[in-house]
């Protein structure tokens, strides 16, 4: 089994400590990470282990993190990936070819009790880079009726792979984005970006019948069982000129204007759906080089429409993509100005090394790979009260396709790379990827979890770290993640814990070079 490493799932141990009051008696569960400083390859990854109270290697020079469990920060949404045309067409064949190896991978990737429990996944509404073909899903010219509106073939497929995950998860969360809109309701008449200029057209019932079709989107998934949580008006709003795959520039005064028929026409689908779920906004849904765009969605879009909960009546959020500016800037910047709005990581993608396909390669450099994930889009981002994070790409095969014809990205690596002649677990391929989102997945349940707060004081010169604290209801568990960012050096790490009872109690620890650990006890 390729690039795989087994990992032991959590059980609780009888001696585990039901409160605080008898802290001596308490035993942690540990996962343990370590990556070469020198190459960057993986020694270990989430290897158990068990960590007692009792035994300590006090040191003068440890790092000193005091966490309070009874100071909640920001929930946990949960984590999870892409799933493009081409992910469900490569899942489907799999589903053919070799049921239970595809039973297999949907429970390794999404199982809470026996895998990783990614709880996320975000599809396009159309094609994308990675899709078979470009369309949407209304190409009748001037169906201002949307008539002729129908999923296409391919997001069939999708539809599929959605159902039969959330028979592994029902915890799963889903955000559906538009790469384009119909073509018919654009400048230029195509789906493909080329210019800025190809926009939507500046028509009152152009704008009226697009929020009209996402929201159409919405009932059609509905439909067939499967609820979408999010919703963001554009992928990457501002990349409006690329001429490979469908694309369109939407401005911030724009994505206002849309924003607001789309959450009216939402909320009106809210009324006559039972349960009366809401499907949210989420704002921008591109890098962190341009924050002033969601800050000027939200501070427009005040519109105090009954049954919204949100900063923005019409924007519950924001969604940042990794591939330019700076994460925690960016995440602080419209915190600074909105501290509670939820923000979210919702794509970014890796590549193998020197930008060619090989699925062998899925682990190569992973300690830096690791590292930079850790640091934006995992435990960094949560630092800056990030509630999510999801990758791209969650599948693809050999080829790290398929990819629509003409598109020249062809070396993306996605959680799990699958070849066509795919027969066993053992012929799958577990990436970087997945392996460093599930650092946080597999411990974190969504939407029962609270980062807490905590507090560092940094013995010694050097000290460099990343740490945080979690509490989650569902499962009666504390959780501490801690990365070394030290690639020379092991850190002494003493963590402080206080409950909600008045009692505290230390973990302490060293934890080696380049290495991450995961510390998880009953409460």
């Known amino acids: 089994m390729q690039g795989y490493f087994v990992v032991t799932l959590l059980v609780c141990l009888a001696r585990v400590c039901a409160t605080l009051d008898n802290a001596a008696n308490v035993k942690i569960n540990t996962w343990l990470t370590v990556a070469d400083p020198a190459t960057g390859e993986a020694i270990e990854i989430l290897s158990p282990g068990e960590l007692s109270v009792d035994t300590r290697t006090s040191s003068a020079l440890a790092t000193t993190v005091k966490i309070d469990l009874t100071a909640p920060l920001q929930p946990i949404e949960g984590f999870g990936a892409g799933l493009p045309q081409s992910s469900a067409h490569v899942l489907t064949q799999l589903k053919i070819s070799s049921p239970s190896t595809y039973d297999k991978v949907l429970t390794e990737l999404f199982s809470p009790v026996s895998g990783a429990g990614l709880s996320i996944l975000r599809f396009p509404i159309g094609s994308c880079d990675f899709s078979l073909r470009n369309t949407s899903y209304d190409e009748v010219a001037n169906d201002f009726s949307l008539e002729h509106f129908a999923i296409d073939a391919d997001s069939e497929k999708i539809v599929e792979v959605l ?306 604290a979690f509490v989650t209801a569902s499962s009666k568990t504390a959780t501490v993640i801690a990365m070394n960012l030290q690639h020379s050096a092991a850190l002494p790490l003493r963590c402080s814990i206080a409950g909600a009872d008045g009692a505290v109690f230390s973990i302490e620890d060293e934890l080696p070079a380049f290495a991450t650990k995961v510390y998880q006890f009953a409460l």
């Open 163 to 468: 159902l039969d995950v959330r028979e592994v998860n029902p915890e799963l969360q889903l955000i559906a984005s538009p790469w384009s809109a119909p073509s018919w309701m654009k400048a230029w008449n195509t789906l493909i970006a080329y210019s800025k200029e190809n926009t939507l057209l500046d028509d009152v019932q152009i704008y009226d019948t697009y929020a009209a079709y996402l929201a159409k989107v919405v009932d059609a998934f509905v439909d067939r069982g499967l609820f979408i949580d999010y919703l963001t008006l554009q992928n990457e709003p501002l990349f409006g000129d690329g001429a490979e795959y469908a694309g369109m520039y939407v401005d911030a005064t724009q994505a206002v204007r849309l924003g607001k028929i789309v959450a009216e026409k939402l909320l009106q689908a809210q009324a006559r759906r039972s349960p009366a779920k809401l499907t949210r906004l989420l704002s921008y849904d591109h890098n962190w080089d341009h924050p002033e765009y969601p800050l000027a969605t939200l501070a427009a879009t005040q519109m105090n429409l009954e049954g919204i909960d949100a900063v923005s009546d019409v924007f519950y959020g924001v969604a940042w993509h990794c591939y330019g500016g700076d994460m925690a800037k960016a995440l602080s910047t419209v915190r600074q100005q909105y501290p509670t709005a939820p923000q979210w990581i919702t794509e970014c993608t890796g590549a193998y090394p020197d930008s060619v396909c090989d699925v062998t390669k899925g682990l190569s450099g992973f300690g830096w790979n690791h590292e930079w994930d850790m640091r934006n889009l995992l435990l960094g981002a949560v630092g800056q009260f990030a509630r999510a994070s999801v990758k791209w790409i969650v599948a693809l095969d050999e080829t790290c396709g398929p990819v629509l014809p003409g598109v020249t990205f062809t070396s993306g690596r996605p959680l799990v790379s699958i070849p066509s002649t795919t027969q066993t677990f053992t012929d799958v391929y577990w990436n970087q990827d997945f392996w460093s989102m599930r650092h946080l997945s597999q411990f974190l349940s969504p939407r029962s979890t609270v980062r807490v707060e905590h507090s560092t004081e940094a013995a010694g010169e050097g000290s460099n770290f990343l740490i945080e």
